[in-house]
């Protein structure tokens, strides 16, 4: 009688076990899905979106939900302010008053990371020395 159960334990155990497998299999799928489809909108937006006459230059927040922006369209730039419920349009800038910045600097993932990292260590370094000095 003791094996009979020992049996169905063993047999219970390896369906559990099987079961929890699928489940996971599943799951982890499911996110894969998921992740494929986000990045296929994400592309497939940016295409939608790419337009070679109108630009947005700079943005300004001015107050809650109000923004002054200049924007590019084709070859007038103009200064816009941006409320909740409209937009009205303030002026026209000639292009020699604006002032160019420089070109974002793009960094990689492991380039901020190691910023990151530097900065956790100087913010962690620096309460030990200041404890040092209270010291004395």
Do not use: H
Not at 86 to 112: C, D, H, N, W, Y
């Amino acid at each position: 009688m003791m094996l009979f159960t020992c049996g169905t334990v063993i047999a219970a155990s390896a369906g559990s076990y099987a079961q929890f497998i699928t489940v996971l299999f599943i799951f982890v799928a499911g996110l894969g899905v998921t992740a494929w489809t986000t990045r296929w909108m994400a592309n497939y937006q940016k295409q939608q979106y790419v337009n070679e006459n109108i630009e947005v230059i700079e943005t300004t927040r001015i107050a809650n939900n109000k923004y002054i922006q200049i924007i590019r369209a084709g070859e007038k730039y103009m200064v816009i302010a941006v409320c909740k419920d409209t937009v009205t349009m303030l002026g026209e800038i000639p292009e020699e008053q604006l002032k160019e910045k420089p070109p974002a600097q793009r960094l990689s993932f492991k380039e901020l990371l190691d910023k990151a990292a530097i900065k956790t260590r100087a913010v962690r370094e620096e309460p030990k020395e200041k404890q040092m000095n209270d010291e004395k």
